[in-house]
């Protein structure tokens, strides 16, 4: 069975801060949008094996910031990274400005490397309103995620989501044995016996010992 596990951002512990909203306009209207705020608060998962891709690319420049486009599959409430590309980009210490983008991606990641998880200025005006999920990340596993929602007054509003990094098992065992079992023939008892005992044959007046469990097979 498959497990979750939080990750480090304790601002999300609670269902209300995961509800809460990132305000990208001073009007009174969109801080208080009783319609977005009664939309359910929506989960993305990041499955380790992508997660720990992420990770390690963002640490081959440990001190720059790096930039992630993503796909996605959408379950109920739950948004699931499928796959993760690095585009063409130009990066510094603040800031990963993309260069070039291929094909169709709808969610953004970068990386604040040493630095809290947070959107900038930039961020929110520049590209915020250009994905449908926005997520920052850092080296101590904190994320920053949000949802664009487009409202019926024809406004943009930026929903926070909470992420989770889903544990993989990298084999299945039933598959395994299965695999196993369409590839191998077992010997009849008597002649694994035979093969046991020329294998493992010793000096003459030896007694010959075998596994407790070999006589069972």
């Known amino acids: 069975m498959k497990k979750v596990r939080d990750t480090k951002d304790t601002s999300f512990q ?41 990770r390690d690319l963002t640490k081959v420049n440990p ?3 790096l930039m992630g486009l993503f796909r996605f599959q959408e379950e109920g409430d739950k948004i699931t990274i499928t796959e993760i590309t690095i585009p063409e980009q130009e990066i510094d210490a603040a800031q990963c400005k993309l260069l070039k983008r291929d094909g169709l991606w709808e969610g953004h990641i970068h990386s604040h490397h040493g630095m809290a998880a947070f959107f900038s200025g930039t961020d929110k005006t520049d590209t915020l309103p250009m994905y449908r999920f926005s997520v920052v990340s850092n080296h101590n596993g904190e994320f920053l995620a949000v949802e664009k929602l487009q409202l019926p007054c024809g406004g943009e509003y930026f929903k926070r989501l909470l992420v989770v990094i889903q544990e993989e098992e990298i084999f299945n065992p039933e598959e395994l044995k299965s695999l196993v079992k369409s590839k191998v023939q077992i010997k009849e008892k008597e002649r694994m016996l035979r093969a046991y005992h020329r294998e493992m044959a010793q000096p003459s007046g030896s007694i010959t010992h075998y596994p407790d469990d070999f006589t069972s097979l």
Do not use: D
């Open 14 to 54: 609670e269902q209300e801060k995961v509800s809460q909203p990132i305000t990208l306009y001073e009007t009174h209207e969109c801080e208080n949008c009783s319609y977005a705020e009664r939309l359910t608060a929506r989960v993305i998962i990041f499955p380790e094996r992508l997660y720990k891709y992420w």
């Open 63 to 65: 001190n720059l910031e």
